[in-house]
């Protein structure tokens, strides 16, 4: 999870958008809808926005980088940064071995 306690569980938060959702109509607005539902979850507002916003990325109803698509864009950056990093040390250790063979080589 990025900036996220973990203190709602997937569930409670799927209950929470779904209630959203199917009482929007019930409501003059979405923020209304949302205003009225997070107080019974015990979430802020803006929480409860953000996770309808995720899911509908999710299901593709907002524009966006859905969930699974930026956790695999996640762990391929971590990845692709661990190589350069070991490239970068396997580069410097050659250069530093073939620095003392050429000295070996110069000595004898």
Known sequence: MNKTTGKFSPEIRARA???VLEHEGDHPS????ILSVAPKIGCSAQTLNE????????????AGVPSDMAAKMKALERENRELRQA???L???SAYFAQAELDRRSKS
């Open 17 to 19: 958008v779904r209630l």
């Open 30 to 33: 979405r923020w209304q809808a």
């Open 51 to 62: 996770w309808i916003k995720k899911t509908e990325t999710d299901s593709g109803r907002r």
């Open 87 to 89: 490239n970068d040390i």
């Open 91 to 93: 580069r410097k250790a």
